[in-house]
């Protein structure tokens, strides 16, 4: 096999580190009047202590913030363990996304170690979001300033603190690789440099290495090579949509065998997401064709049917109290882009309208954690338009004389958009900080909870796929984990009382079950949860995280 374990850790590698290199486009030829950058080791030299300075401070926040995945990064961390483990066959086929958060685990556990690793991985790419973000506020409107406030719209924003918080893991590294796409798009489109239209197809590489719907980027990069280049620079466009598409199709090889079944939004998961009105819509002859058209393009994963009953869900979502001034500010400054003929503005809402709809258009229901990412490039639009629109109505009432904007007075009437918008939202930013994290234990909980375990167990059942994936990374002895979801259907739905029947045998003297919250999201879960611990006695419990280990008697 071409991408074997090994392999996919080095072109993750790979990608990143030429990414994180184009950032040196950004940096400038001279600091004042004595200091030269003028060479590619000495901005090397600034990225790597930029690097590793990011690195120590990501620690120190991850292990204050901690690692609370609540979707698929657990599984992510086990294939990061296959990764490395020279016994392990190759996980290519095996994976639901990307191999890139795999492969990058891989280096913040060898580095950080596996209790912190995940952690400190989370924090990185949250705090270089902020930043990057920051910079595509300051490319887009010219100015240094409206950076630090898009930096500071995004930092502050209840819905983003909470969301990448909440849900760790992907939002967050989405939110880095979407941050940093807008950021070199924008550039490509403006400043037409090869370095900036290379840090730009990286990034889309990136995402589209961690997560397959971020593929819609590379339609964004043929749409900035279209907006970059004139007619007569077409050698120049043909060289980097090349480059494009040896990227799209190197990182296709390694995603082809993901699929989860040609029927996947037919399939039994899926019934009753989408309303019977829309699918009698999808069926009616004026959408049907489009309809194949989504399936031609993107397959089992994408529907029409999705696309529109995600509409309300996603104006529900953009338009909650800690979002909606962010959003009207949005459409304001979109409009004005429009009609100003901004390219940047242009580019960066065609990256925000494709990764929006590539999510509607998914078979799932469009939520919070889908939308996270997005939240970047809203912040760095909202922060330009405060600076613009202003800026364009002074110019106006000097009535068009050759004078120059004082950037003060802007920077003032910025201060007070963004307070009254601090204001609007500060109150549920304060709630949430004080809200708990739906009580999902830490690696470090879940690491002492695995040392009260024997090293005699052979079958450690828990409730929930996540749990089990979390503790199969962090254990490293022969014992077989099961969650209760994955035999779902096996055991008997009432209650579970199946479960040590002779046919399943996992209630043997060596067999413990772990019972944690995620037994009390659901009644039948919590009804099955409660017949499985009722086969065996209490032996230790953890009530600061409601964890209870209870080893099998039956």
Known sequence: MIFNNGTLILSAAAIFIVAFASLSSLIPDKLGKRIKIDSWW?????????????????????????????????????????????????????????????????????????????????????????????????????????????????????????????????????????????????????????????????????????????????????????????????????????????????????????????????SEAQVGLVSQKIEKAVGSSIIRPFERIVKKIGGWRFSIAYTLDDIPRVIDYWTRKELLPISLIVILGIFFGIFKKDKGILIATVAFMATTLVYMTDCANYVQRFAIPNITIAAAIAATTIRNIPAEIMIKRKKKKRTKVNEFDLGSIAVIIVGIMLLFYIPRAINNLAYRRIERPTPEDMWRVLSHIPDTATIVMTSHHNEMMQLIFLENRNIKFVSLNDMFDRIDKSDGSNICSPEMNFCGENSYFIYTSSCDFFEHTKKICDTVSGFGEKIVSFDKIGVSIYRMVK
């Open 42 to 266: 000495k901005k090397a030299g600034i990225l790597l202590l930029i690097f590793v300075l990011l690195l120590v401070f990501s620690n120190i926040l991850g292990q204050k913030t901690g690692f609370y995945p609540s979707d698929e990064e657990w599984e992510e961390a086990y294939f990061a363990k296959q990764l490395i483990d020279p016994s392990s066959e190759a996980i290519v086929g095996r994976m639901r996304h990307g191999f890139f958060f795999p492969a990058i685990f891989v280096f913040g556990n060898t580095v950080f170690g596996k209790i912190n690793g995940p952690a400190t991985i989370n924090a990185f790419f949250l705090i270089s979001a902020v930043i990057l973000t920051g910079i595509l506020a300051a490319k887009l409107s010219g100015k240094t300033w409206p950076g630090i406030v898009a930096s500071l719209l995004l930092a502050l924003n209840p819905a983003w603190l909470y969301g990448t918080a909440v849900f760790s893991g992907y939002p967050t590294l989405m939110s880095f690789c979407l941050s940093g796409f807008t950021l070199f798009a924008v550039l490509a489109v403006k400043e037409k440099k090869f370095i900036d239209y290379l840090g730009m197809i990286t990034f889309a590489g990136m995402a589209f290495a961690a997560k397959i719907e971020y593929g819609v980027l590379f339609a964004v990069v043929g749409i900035a090579i279209l907006m970059g280049f004139d007619r007569k620079e077409y050698k120049k466009s043909l060289l980097v949509a090349a480059i494009a598409l040896i990227f799209i199709l190197v990182l296709t090889t390694t995603i082809v065998n993901m699929r989860e079944g040609d029927q996947f939004c037919g």
